[in-house]
């Protein structure tokens, strides 16, 4: 560590605060592929147990600027929880382990019983983390899913943790030429993600290798093809 860093952090210890990310924006944004712990869940918790927490650094580290860092309960109060952290932060000067931390429980982004009781059980919930091919800026700019098509999966390799699922989706090209189309830039990344900007087509998941699927934006519908139809090169 530099001179200047450990100048910077003596001042964040000295004058710098904390504060705990509400995680709820995050999973409104992302629910296919941010999940937080159950109302039951959480309510089964008890002095003793630990939860995960999101806490920012103001001023902000060099590196990170929030860590998530597990505290132990200790009081349970419905003007708010109190804990002591139970790690370490890794850049954080302003907290060490024991510190007293206070938040509510909505801010729990994952917990762990203490001891032998038995965890409640989450309700089940199916992910998406099989892959897909997408167009880049159905992801980064908003364009709305246009054409669906299920090939053959031929894009994962024999140690990836999730398997191709076959899907290749595109964003609406109705006002592009070849040229253009063809310019655009593809991610290989988990269907969630493709969901969490767009799942108009969620209900069509399940559908089987060789499937198509157009989208009339008029009725909001997908609409069939047949192989004579099927322009994914195009």
């Known amino acids: 560590m530099g001179l200047k860093h450990r100048l910077y952090n003596l001042r ?3 004058f710098g605060s904390w504060s705990i990310d509400d995680p709820r924006p995050i999973q409104a944004d992302a629910p296919y592929t941010y999940f937080l712990p159950s109302a039951e869940r959480i309510a089964a918790l008890r002095p003793g147990d630990l939860v995960k927490l999101v806490i920012r650094s ?7 600027d929030a860590e998530r860092m597990w505290a132990e309960v200790e009081n349970i109060a ?14 954080m000067p302003q907290l060490r382990e024991g510190s007293r931390l206070t938040f509510q429980p909505f801010h729990i982004i994952d917990l762990i019983y203490e001891g032998d009781r038995e965890a409640q059980p989450e309700l089940p919930r199916r992910e998406y983390w099989d892959r897909c091919m997408v167009d880049s800026c159905v992801l980064d700019e908003g364009v709305p899913v246009y054409y669906i098509y299920r090939d053959e999966p031929d894009m994962g390799g024999e140690d990836d943790k999730y398997p191709d699922s076959g899907w290749r989706i595109r964003g609406d090209y109705r006002d592009l030429n070849d040229e253009q189309l063809h310019a655009r830039k593809h991610d290989y990344i988990a269907i969630g993600k493709v969901l ?10 399940d559908s089987p290798v060789g499937s198509a699927w157009l989208r009339n934006f ?10 004579e139809d099927n322009h994914g090169d195009n």
Do not use: K, M
């Open 78 to 91: 419905p003007e708010g929880w109190t804990g002591a952290l139970a790690n370490t932060p890794c850049d």
């Open 12 to 14: 964040r210890r000295a």
């Open 218 to 227: 008029e009725t909001g519908d997908y609409e069939p093809l047949g192989d």
């Open 196 to 205: 969490n900007a767009d799942d108009s087509w969620l209900h069509l998941i």
């Open 58 to 64: 103001h001023p902000p580290g060099p590196e990170w």
